[in-house]
T-cell receptor
């Protein structure tokens, strides 16, 4: 079965700082990869997704992520964070085989951005 | 587009009581997922359906949990009897299918069992 590991539980930054959140997954086959964001008190919203093609994926609100197959990684980046980016970020993987359709989430990374 | 609709948004109940959570997926979506979110365990997939048929319920924690999808526009997650450790936020999500499609999440039901 697939699993997802997010390196940091809590990241604290000042506005305008650059962001990189780590995500590694374990699964040997074809995967679809996602980053979701959960703002305080709200439901999960999709930031970006990778299905195939260009491994550098651009999402909403200036976020991007790079799929590096050899490293089983899908790190999330943003060059300059804003206070409104304060939220919890979840990496998720969808694999094939017997887990077809199943989305497995990482533990989440809480991002706090200070003005 | 109304999005995924869940009810109730908040539920407070006493231990031993039956709890029923409801979900209406996005119209036209064929797959429906139930998740539980807690501080300790994060987001866990409980069960998912495709074309109203349960595909994988291996995430359902105990026999006290059951889920149904009687038609394409409605699903329920029932806990009977409820216990304090069931306190969590329960999310429903839907997608066009099980293949390469993103899941759209509802606002969640915050369940507190006292």
């Amino acid at each position: 079965a697939q699993s997802v590991s997010q390196h940091n539980h809590h990241v604290i930054l000042s506005e305008a700082a650059s962001l990189e959140l780590g995500c590694n997954y374990s699964y040997g086959g074809t995967v679809n990869l996602f980053w979701y964001v959960q703002y305080p008190g709200q439901h999960l919203q999709l930031l970006l997704k990778y299905f195939s093609g260009d491994p550098l994926v651009k999402g909403i609100k200036g976020f991007e992520a790079e799929f590096i197959k050899s490293k089983f990684s899908f790190n999330l980046r943003k060059p300059s964070v804003q206070w409104s980016d304060t939220a919890e970020y979840f990496c998720a993987v969808k694999a094939g085989g017997t887990s077809y359709g199943k989305l497995t989430f990482g533990q989440g990374t809480i991002l706090t951005v200070h003005p | 587009d109304a999005g995924v609709i869940q009810s109730p948004r908040h539920e407070v109940t006493e231990m031993g009581q039956e709890v029923t959570l409801r979900c209406k997926p996005i119209s036209g979506h064929n797959s429906l997922f139930w998740y539980r979110q807690t501080m300790m365990r994060g987001l866990e997939l409980l069960i998912y359906f495709n074309n109203n048929v349960p595909i994988d319920d291996s995430g359902m924690p105990e026999d006290r949990f059951s889920a149904k999808m009687p038609n394409a526009s409605f699903s329920t997650l029932k806990i009977q009897p409820s216990e304090p450790r069931d306190s969590a936020v329960y999310f429903c999500a839907s997608s066009l299918g099980l293949s390469s499609y993103e899941q759209y999440f509802g606002p969640g039901t915050r369940l507190t069992v006292t």
